[in-house]
């Protein structure tokens, strides 16, 4: 397309607006977007004008040329267009493609996961035989404790073993002639034909694996060694020398020997005598009654008992209490622990499931067996409520009045259902007195 050709000069001079005075001040130029669109009337002079001016041919070939450069201008936004176009579907394919990968990657992991959960639930299901195996009742969760109860039998049938050698060593360089039998019961010290107590057998009850027993269901050793030795330590450091009937694995004894103060375990169980004697402390193989019988009148400051009246028939319970009261000096302490009967769970519970427990004592009843056995200042502590099994109390500020009678319901059932397992006896021994005169003496 050509341009139309140079017009004339009388031509163009017809076509510029009038000179404008240099006075005046020329308004600015509205921009298009303001611009009013022209009257038809205008475009129509404009037409005519152009006409005249151009011709046809001049008007055909602007005509052309003013849509060639919009065409070119479309040509240059419909480029720009694409190109944007191209540009966003290379980046939605981009984005397919990593799609893509991260779904894979996903199917993957998912895959990897599922393995992952079967050796790991092939693992879990190994522990859980092993436990089974380990500790039957429990499973996994006991393994622990069953594998440190089996350690303990495991030492204890060790220790029982090397007791029976070492007895079976001594009857043999021992005469027949020379076999120690115990004093009879009323005779006094060191009038039998041997001064010393001799060791007493096992007892039956010894072919059933109390350590085990205990060590499983009473509680960790060392736990229970360290709540007696806050009950009782300092009353019994304050009144040596101590005796321990039923000493079992004797950490009171070894205690007290620590700080100085005299202490003897006797205990019928030999596979504790032994772990307690290579411990290197004085523990006996003897049962409490042949023990103090032994002793002198007044020789001993305190004498303790913990969960072990409960195992004794009651005849030898009162022998035991009798023999205590006149061994002890005067102000010497007592203290029985036994299982608390008022406390219901205990009966239900922990009671019967010890097989060497013959009757459970009332408090009331040890009481007055001991008032009876000549003890004084009897003392009763209890301990260990069952607090797990309480039933909880209504705390609510805007509870209506009624709860509280509830909560002092609850109150009595916890103390009767729930309360202290245990509970301790200490009493004093009184002065000794006169057969004649019946007076005290100190």
């Known amino acids: 397309m050509a341009l139309p050709g140079e017009l004339s000069r009388d031509k163009t001079d017809r076509l510029r607006p009038p000179p404008v005075q240099a006075a005046e001040e020329v308004a600015p130029e509205p921009p298009p977007a303001a611009r009013p669109a022209p009257p038809r009337r205008a475009l129509r002079l404009a037409k005519r004008v152009a006409h005249r001016v151009l011709g046809e041919r001049g008007v055909d070939r602007l005509r052309g040329y003013l849509h060639f450069d919009e065409a070119l ?17 290379a980046s939605m394919q981009r984005s397919a493609l990593e799609a893509e990968l991260v779904q894979a990657e996903a199917h993957a992991a998912s895959i990897n996961l599922e393995l992952l959960k079967g050796e790991v639930r092939s693992v879990i299901q190994t522990l859980e035989d092993l436990g089974m195996a380990i500790a039957p ?15 303990e039998r495991v030492n204890g049938l060790d220790r029982r073993l090397r007791s029976l050698q070492a007895q079976a060593v001594d009857n043999r360089s021992v005469a027949p002639s020379r076999s120690a039998t115990l004093p009879p019961r009323g005779a006094e010290p060191g009038t039998g034909p041997d001064s010393a107590a001799p060791p007493v057998a096992a007892p039956p009850s010894a072919l059933f694996d109390y350590v085990g027993f205990e060590r499983r269901f ?19 450091v304050a009144n040596p020398p101590v005796v321990d009937i039923g000493c079992g694995r004797a950490e009171l ?15 019928t169980d030999p596979s504790m005598v032994a772990e307690a004697r290579d411990r ?76 060497t427990h013959l009757r459970p004592l009332h408090p009331s ?37 009624w709860t509280k009678r ?14 202290p397992q245990e509970y301790a006896l200490i009493a004093t021994a009184a002065p000794a007195t006169d057969g004649a005169t019946g007076e005290e003496h100190p």
Do not use: W
């Not at 007290?256 to 003897?264: H, K, P, S, Y």
């Open 137 to 151: 009742a429990a499973g996994l969760a006991g393994a622990g404790e069953r594998l440190s109860e089996l350690r």
């Open 73 to 89: 201008r479309m040509g240059r936004e419909s480029l720009r267009r694409t190109a944007e176009l191209e540009q966003q579907v």
């Open 253 to 267: 004894v070894e205690l007290l020997t620590r700080r100085g103060i005299e202490a003897i375990g006797v205990d």
């Open 406 to 419: 509830v909560n002092e319901a609850f109150t009595k059932l916890n103390s009767v259902l729930f309360g």
């Open 218 to 236: 009473r509680g960790d050793p060392e736990a229970v060694a360290a709540a007696l030795a806050e009950r009782y330590l300092d009353l019994l």
């Open 280 to 355: 290197g402390l004085d523990v006996r193989q003897v049962d409490g009654s042949s023990f103090l019988r032994e002793r002198e009148p007044g020789s001993l400051g305190a004498i303790i008992a913990t969960h072990l009246v409960e195992h004794l028939e009651f005849a030898d319970l009162v022998e035991l209490l009798e023999l205590a009261a006149t061994r002890l000096r005067p102000g010497g302490v007592f203290i029985a622990e036994t299982p608390n009967p008022t406390s219901l769970v205990v009966l239900g519970n922990s009671y019967i499931l010890d097989p």
């Open 365 to 401: 009843l040890l009481t007055f067996l001991c008032e009876g056995a000549g003890f004084r200042d009897l003392r009763l502590r209890f301990h260990a409520p069952a607090t797990d099994y309480h039933l909880p109390m209504i705390d609510d500020p805007d509870a209506p009045p």
